[in-house]
């Protein structure tokens, strides 16, 4: 069984900082590449940036040059540097492993989300 594990969100100031870290449980071989989505309220969830076993990066156009991905291949960890937050930002952020290899299935695994609010 694998379960993503996130932790880091919370309330901010606009133009504040915050640290999502997600670490990745169970019998796991490896990992094709691992991210971070968000789901604001009334919108569909999106892509904000992932980061692949390679150290492929890419980012939603919304977040460049704000937010930074960064990866342990070796713990199975994925961290999101997020800076100048803006009230846009806000939303629940989940972490998404892609190609999750284990010794009886490969499949896609999410974390069970996390808030983060930018507002004064």
């Known amino acids: 069984q694998v379960q993503l594990v996130e932790s880091g969100g919370g309330l901010v100031q606009p133009g504040g900082s915050l640290r999502l870290s997600c670490a990745a449980s169970g019998s796991i071989f490896s990992i094709n590449a691992m991210g971070w989505y968000r789901q604001a309220p009334g919108k569909q969830r999106e892509l904000v940036a992932t980061?692949?076993?390679?150290?492929?990066?890419s980012y939603a156009d919304s977040v460049k040059g704000r937010f930074t991905i960064s990866g342990d291949n070796a713990k199975n960890t994925v961290s999101l540097q997020m800076n100048s937050l803006k009230p846009e930002d806000t939303a629940v952020y989940y972490c998404?492993?892609?190609?999750?290899?284990?010794?009886?299935?490969?499949?896609?695994?999410w974390g069970q989300g996390t808030q983060v609010t930018v507002s004064s």
């Open positions: 998404h492993a892609d190609n999750v290899h284990t010794w009886s299935m490969i499949r896609d695994y």
């Open positions: 980061i692949t076993g390679a150290g492929s990066i």
